[in-house]
């Protein structure tokens, strides 16, 4: 698997019927907790679910700290966008997180990222997706987010609309 569904979901939307990896996000300056979810590609299983690189997510993984970048469809910028560009180089330039992914609704625009970490989870306030739009600091609970190998550098390019560090060609999207 290539790509998954990721949403974050908030009493009003759950349960997560068909998720194949959940956990609970607390957020780190306060307010309502919510789960954030993976489900398998396929039909989008919530309304507002992203696709993202189905590397990053461990349903055996260790809690975590990860920033949330998740911008509404009405913001969304291309994602050849010079922020989004910047923020791509300023991954690849900075020390490589845990995991990191894009998140795509269609195969042009930005959606936001996902970045984990287990240490040092005060770089997160540096968050380079940041510069596109507003990050959430959360605290995770185990069985959701995995380790991936950093992103290959220098490369920023994007494949048929994958979420970004996705690499190579398909046909399209189910």
């Not at 907790?33 to 992203?50: S, T």
């Not at 989004?84 to 609704?105: D, E, I, K």
């Not at 959430?136 to 995995?146: C, I, N, P, W, Y």
């Amino acid at each position: 698997m290539r790509w998954c569904w990721f949403a974050a979901l908030d009493e009003q939307t759950l349960p997560v019927a068909g998720a194949f990896a959940a956990a609970g996000a607390r957020p780190v300056a306060g307010g309502a907790e919510c789960v954030l979810a993976a489900w398998p590609p396929g039909r989008r299983p919530v309304a507002g679910a992203v696709r993202m690189d189905a590397r990053v997510i461990d349903p055996d993984g260790a809690p975590a700290w990860v920033s949330l970048v998740l911008l509404p469809r009405d913001r969304s910028p291309l994602f050849d966008d010079p922020a989004v560009s910047g923020a791509l180089r300023r991954v690849l330039a900075g020390p490589p997180p845990n995991a990191v992914s894009t998140f795509v609704r269609d195969a042009s625009h930005f959606s936001g990222a996902v970045t984990v970490r287990r240490e040092r989870p005060g770089e997160l306030r540096d968050d380079p997706f940041a510069w596109v739009g507003p990050a959430r600091l959360f605290s995770v609970e185990a069985g959701l987010f995995g380790r991936s190998a950093p992103p290959p550098g220098p490369v920023i390019q994007r494949y048929s609309g994958e979420p970004w560090p996705v690499a190579g060609f398909r046909e399209s999207y189910a």
